[in-house]
């Protein structure tokens, strides 16, 4: 089943990108939303940026040079043993999806949202590379 199916509508200067399609089964994505696995270093990256992914706002994670990180959310230390792969994509994609209620951000969703700021109005907030990127990074963390 396609999610998302909005076009996302970039900056002024930047056309339409189409949000790519991708199927839930379960409670998961298990495919790709590039077809490849994203990759683990620039996961990190997007994790640890307050001005990206923002995840470190809601979520703590071992990523120690960032300070103040949140407690909202699930602490991300051994997500990828608790969780697999797919069921990190749909989380990641569109956590509405698991659960109405939930504070988090669907990352790669355009319709239907509401409250969204100006920066991100119209287009998804991580594109389906930094999505992937993430899930390779959140798949590395494991349990002692």
Excluded: K
Excluded at 8 to 26: E, H, R, T, W
Excluded at 70 to 80: A, E, H, Q, S, T
Excluded at 85 to 94: F, G, K, M, S, T
Excluded at 123 to 132: H, K, S
């Amino acid at each position: 089943m396609m999610l998302g199916g909005a076009l996302a509508i970039g900056s002024a200067a930047a056309a339409p990108v189409p949000l790519l399609a991708y199927n839930v089964a379960g409670d998961g994505i298990a495919a790709p939303l590039t077809g490849q696995p994203g990759d683990a270093v620039r996961g990190r990256q997007v994790v640890a940026n307050r001005q990206v992914g923002m995840c470190l706002l809601c979520h703590m994670a071992p990523i120690p040079e960032e300070r103040f990180q949140g407690n909202i959310g699930p602490d991300l230390r051994g997500v990828g043993s608790r969780l697999t792969p797919a069921q990190i994509r749909l989380r990641v994609v569109d956590a509405a999806r698991l659960n109405p209620d939930t504070v988090m951000p669907s990352y790669y969703v355009v319709a239907g949202r509401n409250r969204v700021g100006g920066a991100w109005a119209g287009r998804p907030v991580l594109d389906a590379g930094q999505i992937e990127d993430v899930v390779a990074f959140l798949a590395t963390l494991r349990a002692p």
